[in-house]
């Protein structure tokens, strides 16, 4: 029971790419913590120790009968709770159940350069034209110096998203907006100096401006 | 719902330990008791009720019920309760919503959930104001009325939720005073036994923001003059001394004395809940004197679990896709190899 925010963009809603579909079968199962009957001791707020979820307990489970809602809940009755102490426990604890989704998503990897002179960062709808390059001048330009990374996770960042930058000399984050992901990164890694290149225009980004400012940056 | 080898329970055993948060005087406490006392004689299993509200004093009421529950978000929890009772059909499930919650931010959603007639009951405290947020107008304060967000008085006209519910095609609605437990609590369990959607009004005294709004039709001295408790299959009558009554005029409701003008019991109305056609429904609804209450309609119709589970068999027996796969490898896919 972690919310999950999907971000996408109009670049992916309207691109199309083939598509390997699989069959129900080759796909992981979805595992869910539904407590199927009571147990005892069992309270409706009680955390798996590594992953800090709680059991579900739902409608038509006798004897698991439990009120959830918006306002502060007990850390393990899940009675609303007014107490101020109890509040600050579980504003930081459930900050860190959504940290410790960083132990099941993947690592960051860089394409292309794995250390150099200029990581190129981009998120979303944004990876074709950055890829494309990134990959001309490493390839074609014979710039080896040149890596890219784009970010599918954000909140939770990737574990080694730390030891990923301290790899580059400049760091160059692009966004089709005016800097949120730039910003998000100079909160979590601060004395790192994020450069930012933006596009506001509605359109994508084009492939000349793009390596134009990475050229700039290294040359 | 199942019946059989139901505990027998109390109100005492639908009473959660928690701390009541209402102002006191506040006739919430009348509507949660109520309840508590309704629950026991519905032949439900404890586990099977859920409370979901929205968000308002009135919206805390699941956290006083010891059944599940859920205080959800502004306006929406004919989506959850939608949910929640599609997902598991033999829950009888309960929207509790104020004037507020359930006909400003969720004006939406409470005329699109009573169209769709899902077997759900809804309890909408009416008090004519927003008491949780400290006084504004809601959509069913009256116009002229100071609040908080008036202080010259409200201009807006006001909803009355019956109307707009009829209008929406409820097929149950009752109207009760909150200061009349016993006939709250029948009507629940009425409510409960109702197949579809049904959506109880309870004009509910806000003793700090809105104080004796209702005073003119519940106060002990005046309700029966001022209220007609309409009853299915009994002629509308009332008055202190059961000797006024309604009447058809042409196209509109008439206040006639029995014994007057030749006026006999027998020339009365007599109420019909279980009539498809709502226009007498909505008539009644409309009457500012006497002010109707009781159950106005009650028409029987198909629910929208019975629409879905007709289709599902039906596109079942005919479909092509007998599994998941059959879905994801059907229409134009192709491979590249
Ligand atoms: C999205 C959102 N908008 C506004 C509010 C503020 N708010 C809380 S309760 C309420 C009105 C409740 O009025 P009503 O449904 O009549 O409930 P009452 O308190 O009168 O029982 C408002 C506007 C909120 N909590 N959430
Ligand atoms: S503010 Fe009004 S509606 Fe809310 S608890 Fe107090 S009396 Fe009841
Ligand atoms: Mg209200």
Redesign the interface.
């Known amino acids: 029971m972690t919310p999950v925010i999907l971000l996408t963009d109009g670049y992916i809603a309207n691109g199309s790419a083939p598509w390997k579909i699989k069959s129900i079968d080759d796909m992981p199962e979805i595992k869910n913590n539904i407590i199927k009957e009571k147990k005892p001791n069992w309270h409706p707020y009680d955390r798996d120790e590594k992953t800090l979820a709680r059991t579900w307990a739902i409608p038509g489970t006798p004897g698991l009968e439990h009120r959830i809602g918006g306002l502060e809940k007990d850390k393990v009755t899940g009675n609303v709770s007014y107490v101020p102490e109890n509040h600050e426990y579980m504003t930081k604890i459930r900050a860190e159940k959504i940290k410790r989704v960083e132990n099941c998503i993947p690592e960051i990897k860089p394409e292309y350069a794995q250390e150099g002179d200029l990581l190129v960062i981009g998120w979303g709808g944004t990876y074709g034209t950055l890829h494309s390059a990134v990959k001309q001048l490493y390839d074609e330009y014979g710039y080896k110096n040149v890596g890219y990374a784009h970010f599918n996770y954000i909140n939770p960042l990737p574990k080694n998203t730390k030891e990923l930058l301290s790899k580059y000399k400049k760091i160059l984050v692009c966004e089709l907006n005016n800097g949120q992901f730039a910003n998000v990164l100079r909160m979590n890694f601060t004395g790192i100096e994020f450069l930012q290149f933006n596009k506001i225009q509605g359109l994508p980004f084009g492939n000349t401006e793009l390596v134009q400012k990475f050229k700039q940056l290294i040359d | 719902m199942e019946t059989t080898a139901v505990k027998q329970y109390t109100f005492k055993d639908f009473a ?1 330990d ?1 701390e009541v948060r209402w102002c006191p005087g506040c006739d919430d406490y009348v509507i949660l008791r109520s309840m508590q006392k309704a629950l026991p004689e519905m032949g439900l ?4 009720v ?1 409370f979901i ?1 929205g ?1 308002g004093c009135s919206s805390r009421f ?2 006083y ?9 502004h306006g929406r929890a004919p989506a959850i309760a939608t949910g ?1 009772k599609l997902a ?1 059909p ?2 009888s499930v309960w929207v509790i919503t104020g004037d507020g919650d359930a006909m400003a931010i969720g004006g939406n959603h409470f005329i699109h959930v009573i169209r769709r007639n899902l077997d759900l009951n809804i309890v909408l405290f009416n008090n004519e104001i927003y008491g949780l947020t400290k006084g504004q107008f809601s959509p069913t304060s009256l116009v002229g009325q100071k609040t908080k967000s008036s202080p010259y008085g409200n201009t807006q006209p006001p909803f009355q939720p019956g109307e707009l519910a009829i209008g929406s095609q409820a097929r149950f609605f009752a109207r009760i005073g909150g200061n009349n437990p016993k006939d709250m609590t029948d009507i629940f369990i009425e409510a409960e036994k109702f197949k579809g959607t049904s959506l109880i009004e309870v004009l509910q005294n806000c003793v700090i923001f809105n104080d004796g709004c209702y005073t003119k039709y519940t106060d002990k001295d005046v309700k029966e003059d001022q209220q007609i408790f309409l009853e299915h299959g009994k002629p509308m009558i009332f008055g202190k001394n059961r000797d006024k009554g309604l009447v058809l005029n042409g196209l509109k409701l008439e206040v006639v004395t029995i014994g007057e003008n030749g006026i006999t019991q027998e020339d009365l109305l007599v109420h019909n809940a279980k009539e498809k056609d709502p226009t007498l429904h909505q008539m009644l609804v409309r009457l500012q004197y006497p002010l109707a209450t009781g159950i106005i309609r009650s028409y029987d119709d198909v629910t929208l679990e019975e629409r879905e589970d007709a289709l599902t068999a039906q596109v079942k027996s005919n479909s092509k896709f007998r ?3 059959d879905l ?2 059907s229409g134009e ?1 192709y491979e ?1 190899r």
């Not at chain 2, 299993?45 to 099977?48: G, P, Q, T």
């Open positions: 959660s928690q299993k404890k586990e099977d859920v509200s968000i699941p956290y019920m010891d059944t599940y529950g859920m205080h959800g978000i929640v598991n033999k829950l599994k998941t796969d994801f490898f896919t590249i």
